[in-house]
């Protein structure tokens, strides 16, 4: 059965998940989209939510730009309101947190050269946070989800993340293992701007 035909199948009431086929499995579920890895292959399909279509044809536009980059996954393809790209093997920098995988300085350099690198195409990197940036399990790094490269607004969330990173993480006596409560009350204190960064 081909990709387009097990979209059909994907039934979203809003952004609540009704039905899909037994031949995706969900890996991630953001604001817009939600993301099934087609089983037994590389490709992960983004499937946007009603409201939304328009974003696959945006987000296939920036992948078109970034022309299969080491930095960022494959992308193979897009249909009405999809888009088929690679299914990234790894973990996020989230779940690093959340594993006590560290985060080295080398991954944080990775992921300055791949936006870097998208700035040069003249695209504009925002929502880079946490779940956006994977360590695979070679040990790459790769940032997905650039449906938000297109904005006008220069988004602060890098920057701040790499302030906290090198003032605070990269410390001896910092853990590098935290819980979800505790990590999700950090991004809500952030995004309240209560945060002193």
Request: aromatic share 14%.
């Amino acid at each position: 059965m081909d990709v387009q035909t097990l979209v059909k199948e994907v039934v979203f009431h809003d952004s609540q998940i009704i039905h899909i086929p037994s031949s995706f499995e969900l890996i991630g579920k953001g604001r817009s989209a939600s993301v099934f890895r087609l089983r037994e292959t590389d490709l992960a399909v983004k499937v946007f939510y009603p409201g939304c279509e328009k974003l696959a044809e945006i987000e296939a536009g920036v992948y078109e730009k970034l022309d299969n980059h080491d930095f960022f996954p494959a992308f193979y393809g897009k249909g009405d309101h999809f888009i088929v790209m690679e299914y990234v093997e790894g973990i996020t920098f989230y779940e690093c947190l959340v594993t006590g995988v560290p985060i080295t300085e080398d991954m944080i350099e990775r992921v300055d050269a791949a936006l870097d690198f998208a700035c040069h195409l003249g695209l504009n990197p925002s929502d880079t946070h946490l779940k956006n940036m994977m360590l695979t399990h070679d040990g790459q790094v790769k940032v997905i989800d650039v449906v938000r490269f297109t904005q006008d607004f220069e988004c602060p969330q890098w920057n701040d993340l790499k302030k906290v990173y090198r003032v605070l993480y990269r410390r001896k006596f910092v853990p590098k293992k935290y819980p979800v409560f505790f990590i999700e009350f950090i991004i809500r204190l952030y995004r309240r701007k209560l945060l002193p960064i």
